[in-house]
């Protein structure tokens, strides 16, 4: 399977693609390229570098004269957050707040909290940043996967409710509910490649991407002017492309159950979890790519979507679409889109649009 993923990555390269949402399953991994071609190479060299943090590969990208500067301090400030983030080191503040259940947090923190629970609220507590216990009763923070029993999900599901916790946005103190535990995984990364894109306009960069395993952050165009070409991943097939999503300056960001999961009786266990049910969300959607200027939001709102199912995430959509647009598909193979996107969408099988008036 490797080999065919790798050939398929040599293709998309070949065609000045970037990549997104094309983690494995195996690995956790993601391979993500950017290349040049024709005239954008004339504009400008790109400064690139690679590094793993956050449990994924990524890649920085950016063009022009103040360039090197620029995707060092990114890669700075990739670490700086992994590490103020980091559930899985003892010494992060979020770790620090999940053995006190209390704590002061920094502004960048705070900004994520504040975020994460406007969107607790706003999709219903489909996104839940106290989701920690159960993603550690699945084994899923540290890989020790197994299927826990009714009996004890019932217990972790008290737990379980950002409307338990007390946050106070003036003096950024936050006291979680007994036997809370804060998870910020599900929008980390995307407020990291929004803190990339202010990085880039401090420096004076305007063309440049990043990709945080798989999801990709744009800023500007490609050098040459024209839009950039993200492909976004069949999540049936990790050496397949589902289509093509012509764009500038947003993030383009995707949730799949085919990211992290185990198998178990032939059974498949995803991690992204219904916070009703503690178990992973069984919605009928394989895959949900948002795109927003906000990579934040966008993070947030593709763990959302995929909780909420297509119905509800349609909904959402209508009530919402002046901040996003979205790429949902279905487990029945069907490929669904939003209206301000699709005209930017090439792929191979149909797309059903999804309109505001519903039509
Ligand atoms: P990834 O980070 O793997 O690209 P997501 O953006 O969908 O994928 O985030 C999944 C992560 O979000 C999980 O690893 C977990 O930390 C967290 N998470 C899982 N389910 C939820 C949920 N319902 N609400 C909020 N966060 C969640
Ligand atoms: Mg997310």
């Known amino acids: 399977m490797k080999q065919q993923r790798n050939r398929w990555i040599a293709a998309a390269l070949a065609c000045g693609l970037l ?24 504009a400008a060299e790109p400064v690139s570098r690679e590094i793993f943090a956050m ?3 990524m890649t920085v990208t950016a ?14 400030e990739i670490r700086r957050l992994d590490a103020l983030l980091s559930i899985g080191e003892s010494g992060s503040e979020i770790s620090m707040l999940n053995d006190s259940g209390t704590a002061r947090v920094s502004d960048d923190t705070g900004v994520m909290i504040d975020k994460a629970l406007e969107l607790y609220r706003d999709t219903g507590g489909a996104f839940d940043l106290t989701i ?42 936050i006291a979680l509910g007994e036997g809370q535990k804060m998870d910020l995984g599900g929008i ?12 880039f306009e401090q420096y004076g960069v305007t063309s440049g991407m990043v990709s945080l395993g798989g999801n990709v952050h744009l800023l500007g165009t490609k050098p040459d002017g024209t839009a950039w070409r993200v492909g976004i991943q ?3 097939n990790s050496a397949g492309m589902l289509g093509v999503l012509e764009t500038q300056d947003c993030a383009v960001i995707t949730s799949g159950g085919y990211e992290r999961y185990f198998e178990q009786d032939g059974k ?41 199912g297509v119905e509800k995430a349609s909904d959402y959509w209508k009530q919402h679409a002046d901040t996003f647009d979205a790429v949902i598909v279905a487990e029945d193979g069907m490929i669904y889109a939003t209206d301000g996107i699709v005209d930017s969408l090439s792929c191979e099988t149909d797309v059903t649009v999804i309109r505001q008036d519903g039509s």
């Open 188 to 199: 980390a990364k995307g407020y990291t490649s929004s803190r990339i894109m202010e990085i």
């Open 19 to 42: 990549l997104a949402g094309c983690g494995t399953a195996d690995s956790g991994q993601d391979s993500t390229g950017v290349t040049q071609s024709g005239s954008a190479a004339a």
């Open 55 to 57: 449990d994924t590969y």
């Open 268 to 308: 498949r266990y995803h991690h992204i979890l219904d916070p009703t049910t503690g178990k992973p969300a069984d919605s009928g959607i394989t895959s949900v790519t948002i795109v927003s200027e906000d990579g934040t939001l966008a993070d947030g709102l593709s763990t959302a979507l995929f909780v909420m």
């Open 63 to 76: 063009y022009g004269e103040p360039a090197q500067e620029a995707v060092d301090a990114a890669v700075s």
């Open 132 to 173: 920690l216990p159960l993603m550690e009763t699945w084994g899923f923070t540290d890989e020790a996967y197994r299927v826990p029993s009714e009996e004890e999900l019932k217990t972790v599901l008290q737990k379980i409710g950002a409307d338990q916790l007390t946050w106070d946005k003036d003096s950024g103190t």
């Open 234 to 236: 069949d999540p049936e």
